[in-house]
């Protein structure tokens, strides 16, 4: 979103405040903290920050000082791109903790992309913490944004009206992915039904353990959470049918979805997944390839039959068997990539831009 903003006007993008202990338990924000300085400027219109902070910021009451480090890492950044603090065009902001002090801005829009307050629990935070950050930071918002149906219709259920700008995908990215390079840590046999993404919470295990057990070669690409079920997730991984290469680099990724030839998106049935809407089921269909996916609402939204949804462990592996079992075929693949196409950050920074009232994009 913010790449495809900065077509519209210069773009400062601040990451996700991150620690050594961060990224100690979670490799994939070693390089954050190990590559990458405070401030990075990529393009003359996009540039990225980041605020590191002390272990155990996340906790209660030290996770009060978050903001204020955020707020004013942010003001360093502008000060040096800018030369000066002043009034910006807008201010994006996907956390629930108000950060509308941290620079004056002539739009505050407010871009939820989680209903946090919904995975509370998962997260081991406060609910009700969360209902109430949340509320004073829309109280403080010009607009707001919703990533989901659902997050869409709780807004509105509690008098909030919410844009709906749900995630989209890089087609481009993906435009030569038959001709990537061989990735070579792989070793399993064709066809490969593939997930990529974070091992979390999030996705039900249960179901790429019945995708394993039906024999197929399933590959796993992402980094795993700490603590994330892991005998089950090792028992998983010690099948002879099963790779997991960890977490990649994004621009490794057309090679391993070169050899993917069914891509999944096994979400848990919970309120936090039925409100969020997965990149990744975007991203296989971008890159050609037939999904299968756990019933969301973000499936019914895109109302389209390129995506297979089953719900229940023994359908799931039923359905990815039944898709592998058919070849890849190129009128299918380009149908696959025409619809990601049409959800492409690109169309979904043009109502974010609305938003933020800013005029059309540079050429």
């Avoid at 010009?142 to 149906?149: C, I, L, N, R, T």
């Avoid at 390079?181 to 179901?207: E, S």
Wanted: aromatic residues 6%; charged residues 25%; glycine residues 8%.
């Amino acid at each position: 979103m913010a790449d495809a903003l900065s077509r519209y006007a210069p773009v400062l993008y601040i990451e996700p405040p991150v620690s050594v202990l961060t990224a100690l338990k979670n490799p994939a924000y070693a390089s954050t903290l190990s590559e990458r300085p405070p401030l990075q400027v990529l393009s003359p219109t996009l540039a990225r920050a980041v605020t590191r902070v002390t272990p155990g910021m996340s906790r209660p009451f030290l996770n009060r000082l978050t903001g204020p480090l955020v707020e004013r890492g942010t003001r360093t950044a502008i000060r040096r791109l800018y030369g000066r603090e002043g009034e910006i065009a807008g201010i994006v902001s996907c956390r629930v903790t108000p950060l509308w002090s941290a620079v004056p801005a002539r739009r505050r829009v407010f871009f939820s992309t989680d209903d946090l307050p919904a995975g509370a629990e998962l997260l081991g935070e406060s609910r009700e913490r969360l209902i109430r950050d949340e509320a004073r930071t829309i109280s403080g918002a010009h607009a707001v944004a919703a990533v989901s149906p659902g997050l869409q219709k709780r807004y509105a259920s509690e008098g909030w009206n919410a844009e709906l700008i749900p995630n989209g995908c890089l087609p481009e990215a993906y435009e030569d992915v038959d001709n990537a390079p061989d990735p070579g840590d792989v070793d399993l046999p064709g066809p490969i039904a593939g997930f990529v993404g974070y091992l979390n919470d999030r996705i039900d295990l249960a179901l790429l353990e019945a995708v394993a057990e039906t024999g197929v070669s399933l590959l796993l690409v992402g980094p795993a959470v700490p603590g994330y079920r892991t005998e089950r997730l090792d028992a998983l991984c010690d099948r002879p049918n099963v790779r997991w290469v960890g977490g990649k680099p994004f621009a490794s990724l057309p090679a391993y979805l070169r050899l993917i030839d069914v891509g999944l998106t096994p979400y848990a049935d919970n309120a936090f997944n039925r409100s969020s809407f997965p990149l990744k089921t975007l991203e296989y269909l971008a890159a050609g390839r037939s999904v299968v996916a756990t019933p969301l609402p973000a499936n019914d939204w895109l109302g389209t039959d390129l995506i297979r949804v089953a719900e229940g462990s023994v359908a799931f592996g039923a359905a990815v068997v039944e898709e592998l079992s058919q070849p890849r075929h190129a009128p299918a693949a380009e149908r696959r990539r025409a619809f990601a196409r049409e959800h492409s950050w690109a169309r979904r920074a043009e109502t974010m831009a609305a938003l933020l009232r800013l005029a059309g994009p540079r050429t």
